[in-house]
Structures are given as structure tokens and as C-alpha cells.
């Protein structure tokens, strides 16, 4: 497959789950944000961070320190502002571009929803939905993402694009985990002790912000504290927005791609290191306290961003 299917395949998958995790965090956000036990800047700022977009932010805040507070001021721009690389707004407009790139080999019905999708959310109706019904603008741009990523998986040749379409959307799903963890972990744990009730509403709404609430609950029998919380978004394999499963899900499709004997092919290097990240998520065993968290997910991250950097060195044509 030529690399320029191959780039624009990874970054559809890394968009369109772009766009679905920063919906589902701005929406887990806002609701923690009416609960009123948190200071403003302390539920917001975060948002920020994870985005990427802190540096941005500041420097349109220029000085205010009452805009780290201002949900919907935050909201706004992560949501619909058009010149914010990381808005919703501007990841469903990145995913579109790439999905009309490779046009013959998304299908018909992915790249319908993909468009329907673009065109609504640049449409005076998304607006007036979003100041009329918040929560439910963030429900319709996660129920499209989720509807795209499924016709993809089931109206799709499963050959190499949509392992690279894949392969884009588990790393995608690594970095945010790792990313809205760290942040709210350390953001929770370091602040004086809370009361029990309140301290258990954090880390329930952190678990809601990666869909994770039903499946923890199940397997932890109502146990809720911050190294629960923390095992089971790093290690529990069974749960698809794991850390432990992303990274075992996207070696296994970079082998598919490139399999692991093939020496005369591109992206042994990258598939090495993809399996030593996995390898080690694996055979973690520690206690998952205070910095141990902050350490093994800041090497989450940076593992993560290296091994993009040379996956599109190796296989995506990148200089």
C-alpha cells in the first residue's frame, strides 16, 4: 500500500476518536462542574491541559486569571472555535479531509456519516444547539464518531487501511487515556483529603469521561478509590479504553501490517518498541500511588508520541 493511504488512513482514525474522547470529556466535565464541590479552575483547567491547548488558551485568556474557570468560555473553544487545532470542531473538519483523500477505500457509508457529520457541525444548527442544548450537541457528535468507526469495521475490506485506520485510533486512545488520568489523578490526590462522598464523585466522573463507569463498577464489586480507578484505566485488558488494551490492540494491528519476521520490510523499529510498551503494561505489577502513576503515564505518553513519530518515518512517507 502507498504511504500516502497509509498517512491519511492513521490520521482518520486519530481524528474521529480525537473528536469522540474530547466530546465525552467536555460533557463528563460540564455535569461535574454543576455539582459545585470543585473550584472552577480545578474541573477546567485540566480540560485545557489534556488538550494540548494550555499554552493557546493562555494566551487568549492574556492574563485573566478568572478564564481558567469559565467553563463555558472553555467550552466554547474547545467545542466550536474554528482557529483551535484541538476543537471538536476542527477534528471532525481533519477527519473529513483525510477520509476525502483516500475516498477509494473508505466506504460509501463511513464517508456519508463523516460529511453529514462535517456539514452539520459547521452549520448555524450545531451553534444554536450547542448554546441551546449542550448535552446534547456532545451526544450527537459521539453518536456520529461511534457510528463512523462502526460502518468503518463493518462495510470496509479489513486489509491494511483499515488496520492503519486502527492503528491511528488505539494510539489516539493511549495518549487521551494517559493524558486525562495523569491530569485528574494528580489534580484529585493533590488537594487536601476531601469527604468520602465527594472524593468518590471524582473519581466516578474521571471513570464517566472514558466511558468507564459501568465496566469498573462491575468488576470492582463499589470499591471507589484513586488506585482502583488508576489499575483499571492502565491495566485491565478487558476494558477497550485501557491503557493495557489500546496498546496490545495496536501492536497486534501494526503486526497484521507489518509482521514481526518480515526483516526485508519497513517498520521493525517501530514495531519493537510498540511491543516493549506493551510488554511492559503488561507485566506491571506495583502499587499505582502518587508518583508511581504520574511516572509510568508521563512514559505512556512520551512511548506513545515516539513511536508516531516513527511509525510515519518507517511506513507513512513522513520526512
Same mark, same amino acid.
Request: hydrophobic share 50%; aromatic share 6%; charged share 25%.
Given at each position: 500500500m502507498i504511504s500516502r493511504v497509509a498517512d491519511h488512513a492513521f490520521w482518520l482514525g486519530r481524528y474521529v476518536e480525537r473528536t469522540e474522547s474530547t466530546a465525552r470529556l467536555l460533557a463528563t466535565t460540564h455535569s461535574l462542574a454543576l455539582d459545585g464541590e470543585l473550584e472552577p479552575a480545578a474541573c477546567w483547567?485540566?480540560?485545557?491541559?489534556?488538550?494540548?491547548?494550555?499554552?493557546?488558551?493562555?494566551?487568549?485568556?492574556?492574563g485573566e486569571p478568572s478564564a481558567w474557570g469559565d467553563g463555558d468560555r472553555i467550552e466554547t473553544f474547545l467545542a466550536i472555535d474554528p482557529e483551535v487545532p484541538a476543537s471538536?470542531?476542527?477534528?471532525?473538519?481533519a477527519a473529513r479531509d483525510n477520509a476525502r483523500s483516500i475516498r477509494e477505500v473508505v466506504s460509501l457509508e463511513a464517508w456519508e456519516c463523516l460529511n453529514e457529520l462535517y456539514?452539520?457541525?459547521t452549520s448555524d444548527g450545531a451553534r444554536r444547539e450547542f448554546t441551546e442544548r449542550r448535552f446534547a450537541f456532545y451526544r450527537r457528535v459521539r453518536d456520529a464518531t461511534q457510528l463512523a468507526l462502526g460502518l468503518m469495521r463493518s462495510t470496509m475490506l479489513h486489509d491494511e487501511p483499515l488496520?492503519?485506520?486502527?492503528?491511528?485510533?488505539?494510539?489516539?486512545?493511549v495518549s487521551q487515556t494517559a493524558r486525562i488520568l495523569d491530569v485528574q489523578h494528580h489534580a484529585y490526590t493533590s488537594t487536601p483529603s476531601r469527604h468520602?462522598?465527594?472524593?468518590?464523585?471524582?473519581?466516578l466522573s474521571l471513570l464517566r469521561s472514558l466511558s468507564g463507569y459501568e465496566p469498573f463498577m462491575k468488576q470492582s464489586r463499589g470499591k471507589v478509590d484513586a488506585e482502583a480507578v488508576a489499575r483499571f484505566l492502565i491495566r485491565e485488558a478487558r476494558f477497550p479504553r485501557a491503557i493495557a488494551f489500546c496498546v496490545h490492540a495496536a501492536y497486534q494491528r501494526l503486526a497484521a501490517i507489518r509482521p514481526p519476521e518480515a526483516d526485508d520490510l519497513p517498520g521493525g523499529a517501530t514495531l519493537?518498541?510498540?511491543?516493549?510498551? =506493551? &510488554?511492559?503494561? #503488561?507485566?506491571?505489577?506495583?502499587?499505582?500511588?502518587g508518583a508511581a502513576v504520574h511516572e509510568l503515564l508521563t512514559l505512556v505518553? =512520551? &512511548?506513545?508520541? #515516539?513511536?508516531?513519530?516513527?511509525?510515519?518515518?518507517?511506513?507513512?512517507g513522513n520526512a
Open positions: 483547567r485540566p480540560v485545557v491541559v489534556v488538550a494540548g491547548e494550555e499554552p493557546h488558551y493562555a494566551t487568549r485568556a492574556a471538536i470542531v476542527q477534528s471532525i473538519a456539514l452539520w457541525s488496520d492503519f485506520i486502527w492503528l491511528g485510533v488505539m494510539l489516539e486512545r468520602e462522598v465527594i472524593a468518590t464523585s471524582l473519581w519493537t518498541r510498540l511491543r516493549a510498551l =506493551d &510488554e511492559l503494561i #503488561a507485566r506491571g505489577h506495583g502499587a499505582l500511588r505518553v =512520551d &512511548e506513545t508520541h #515516539a513511536i508516531c513519530d516513527s511509525l510515519g518515518k518507517e511506513l507513512l
